[in-house]
């Protein structure tokens, strides 16, 4: 389909069908909006649900409208839109955060207050505290996309110790030791991003332990290696692309070559989760490099953890496609479970 403002024959002015559609995707969230005035959600995602570039989203009382356009001036009528129209149907609503991703200006791109107080400084999802910092960058620093994989993680993991790459502010070692996990180490080169991980940490009363390791990931990796510490579940979530002077991740260019460098610190019968979000590589392709490293037999696909509607966008309110599909996974953020076996069938032992 196409978007909103292409629509042909339309009777509502791009303001009027605009705010029709926000409606409709307000109502297919009906179950999720009951939960959201502590916890988080997306609210519309215009990249499949109609306008591409904006996207909403809710954490506690604070609505964020997410602006992605080259020129951010030419969605400041949907902005506004947008503001009015969540202002309206959720007037619980306590403040309101705009980011302009292309911004020149950093202020702006990590968000501009419109209206309200202070951002929300926290969210409760399934009974989990999590610290938040909505302007800390150009995203919100909590992923939405990745619920489900909290879930997964809460359910399985009990026990067991994570190791959490790329961990930024935490959360998915935050969800491992909800559901019971006996320690985490996370690690990312973001300081700042850690200290959000133990406010997390502080939020809950876990009982099992929690460090940071802010360091370069290939240095992490490599000390890791040669102390010979080995884990129950290592987590892979890197982002798009960057570099270091240790080295460089691309998620198109050398993402098998990540999850090899990590295999080696999981445990015989570990779990190995793995991230790509690269929207222009197909699921097929990614399927395809997985397939490659299980012939050996002591590496294989477990599961593959969806995205959630919110972000995905659902069957009546999907009016454009991702460039390319992301069959079999769900959404361009493409979650991996993969199982682990050792040749010499060593155990964790952190």
Known sequence: MKPISEVPGS??????????QLQACLDARGALISSAESGAARLFN?????????VVDLFAGTLVISNHAREPESLSAAEQTAVSFYRQQLPWISCVLIKRRSSPEPRFQRGEVIFGGAPAAEICEAGVRYALNLRLNQDCGFYLDTRLLRAFLRQNLSGK??????????ALGIAALAGGARSVLQTDLNAAALRLARRSYGLNRFTGSMDVLPLDFFKAVSRLKTSKTLFDCVILDPPLFSTTDAGTVSLTENWLTLVNKVRP???DGGLLIAINNALFLSGAELNTSLEEISRSGYIGL????PVPLDVAGYPQTIRNAPPVSPAPYTHPTKISVLRVRRKDGAKANR
């Open 11 to 20: 009777a509502f002015p791009a303001q009027e069908a605009l705010s029709k």
């Open 46 to 54: 215009g990249f499949y649900e109609g306008l591409p570039g904006l």
């Open 161 to 170: 110790s994570v190791l959490n790459c790329f961990a930024y502010t935490g």
């Open 265 to 267: 610190l999981v445990a």
């Open 302 to 305: 477990e599961t593959r953890i």
